[in-house]
């Protein structure tokens, strides 16, 4: 089911996510055993879940849209330890060459036309209910000159009449104006309903695809998750580190120099770096990747901020993938023109 039918009730979104991961996982088991059986039905339930692309999506929303104060700490490890296996079973899909297909969505919208249709049927409406009124109008002129022969004693009913008259009419105004805008909250419904989702085969893109796992919020729940590095396992923390180090060597578009390395030079996320480094109990074999892979992030950081010292105001604010890849060039321009 989809992240918004679950969002409701977080704990079959709790039992689901840790269901999905132990599939994962002997999915995972089957692609890399030596039988050869076993390999090819993992090669084929790969390849359905990856063509569908559904389940991908979701993971990548309940990532975004996680909260400490609804969902604990289990259900953020479960998915981070489910991302962890998409990853790579995302790498050996793209191998498949040609036989790395998906599907994706295509959304079509046709209310301009439907808009313009809605306006004459509006237009027609309006003028029956004009051509109405003036009949009406003119029956009550006719019954006024009438009541106007029969005398003096009959000019105080004919008032109460005619008021009575004005508030029919009031009543039917109202009442016309009421099915108006019920037609119109019809109509606005059916073209909602009526938007075309079209689906379309196209090429996997790894890169593309590890991408869309890397924006700032889901940047946010794994430094969360990393903050307690003494009370997680070796294996969460090992899952976080594989997840930065991809955020390292992906760049942020095609030969353009700049990897997404830039997204973690953040005041809240170098401080976290920080306090790791200087803890004593990190020093073990262990957490020799992720202490490794701190130190590269800080020195690169601190060499960009001596050439460019306003990379120090930048590290304030989270920033996209244009704003990073800005780092290198806009302020390389600015220099050069100086």
């Given amino acids: 089911p989809s992240a918004k039918t679950l969002s409701s009730s977080w704990g079959a979104l709790g039992l689901s996510v840790a269901l999905l991961t132990e599939i994962l996982a002997s999915l995972n088991a089957m692609v890399t055993s ?4 076993n390999q090819t039905e993992g090669i084929k339930l790969q390849r359905i879940i990856f063509y569908d692309a559904d389940l991908i999506y ?7 849209t996680w909260d400490e104060r609804k969902v604990g700490i289990p259900h953020l490890s479960h ?3 489910s991302t962890h296996l998409i990853f790579k079973c995302a790498t050996r899909f793209a191998q498949g060459g040609e036989d790395a297909v998906m599907l994706s969505k295509r959304v079509r919208r046709r209310k301009k036309l439907k808009k313009k249709k809605e306006e004459k049927k509006e237009e027609e409406e309006e003028t029956d209910e004009d051509v109405d009124l003036e009949e009406k109008k003119d029956d009550v002129d006719t019954e006024e ?3 106007n022969v029969d005398g003096e004693e009959k000019k105080d009913d004919d008032d109460t009449e005619e008021k009575k008259d004005d508030d029919d009419t009031e009543e039917k105004k109202d009442d016309t104006e009421e099915t108006k805008k019920e037609e119109k909250k019809k109509e606005e419904d059916e073209v909602e309903e009526k938007i075309v989702i079209e689906r379309y085969e196209k090429y ?3 890169v593309k695809f590890q991408q869309d796992f890397m924006t700032n919020k889901i940047l ?5 998750l990393l903050s307690r590095y003494r009370k997680n396992s070796p294996q969460i923390n090992h899952y976080v580190t594989c997840y930065l180090k991809r955020m390292c060597e992906i760049e ?6 700049v990897t997404m390395e830039t997204s973690l030079w953040q005041v809240s996320i170098l401080t976290l770096f ?4 200087s803890d004593p109990c990190m020093r073990g074999s262990v957490y020799h990747n992720l202490r490794t892979l701190i130190r590269d992030v800080t020195r690169n950081f601190l060499k960009a901020a001596q050439e460019n010292p306003l990379v120090f105001v930048e590290a304030l604010f989270w920033r996209t993938k244009n704003e990073n890849k800005q780092l290198y060039t806009h302020y390389d321009i600015d220099r050069k023109s100086t």
């Fill in 58 to 64: 979701t993971l990548q929303s309940l990532l975004s």
């Fill in 204 to 206: 996997f893109d790894l």
């Fill in 145 to 147: 000159k009438k009541d």
């Fill in 252 to 257: 942020i578009k095609e030969n353009c120099g």
């Fill in 34 to 37: 030596n039988k050869a059986s």
């Fill in 220 to 224: 946010r729940n794994y430094c969360i």
């Fill in 79 to 81: 998915l981070v330890h």
């Fill in 274 to 277: 920080d306090r790791i480094l």
